[in-house]
């Protein structure tokens, strides 16, 4: 498992190229959202510790993880520096957990192929709820930090 030695939420702040004038989009699913508030908070806090302004982060809830793709493509459309889509998918008895994360992957590599505002993928794909309250902010720490500082790189790289 690749976050046994890494704590998701760790970053040297001096790493981290300034993000005071940027804008960035979070997409967030209704669905988990116990899981999806902690990843949502990870990543909010992750860029007001690196100077955005509260002003500066947009928010929209969708229904569910697969309606992620929509939203990101309706956020980049509103003039923000990089998108975080933010879900959590959780392993059931049935496919539908391969599909939507299927379906969702791809659709986030389209959006970074079409477009050209980056789109993070913030999506938890566990097996069981406790390994995503681990990476929501529990003993992994949060994912939801890691794609925030992502954005910070990638809205960067993109005015490059």
Not at 34 to 49: H, K, P, Q, V
Not at 126 to 148: F, M, P, V, W, Y
Request: glycine residues 8%.
């Amino acid at each position: 498992m690749a976050t046994e030695n890494k704590n998701l939420s760790d970053y040297d702040k001096a790493t981290i190229p300034s993000a005071k004038n940027f804008r960035f989009g979070i997409v967030v699913s209704e669905w988990n959202d116990t899981i999806t508030e902690g990843l949502f908070n990870g990543a909010y806090s992750a860029l007001i510790d690196n100077d955005v302004a509260k002003e500066n982060i947009i928010r929209w809830d969708v229904p569910g993880s697969y309606e992620l793709i929509f939203g990101c493509k309706k956020m980049q459309q509103k003039g923000v520096d990089a998108v975080i889509a933010i879900g959590s998918v959780i392993q059931g008895e049935t496919k539908h957990f391969d599909f939507v994360c299927e379906a969702v992957s791809q659709g986030v590599k389209d959006l970074n192929i079409l477009h050209d505002v980056p789109v993070i993928f913030c999506l938890l794909t566990d097996n069981n709820l406790q390994q995503a309250i681990d990476r929501s902010g529990g003993k992994h720490g949060n994912k939801g930090t890691e794609a925030a500082i992502a954005a910070i790189k990638m809205a960067f790289l993109n005015k490059q």
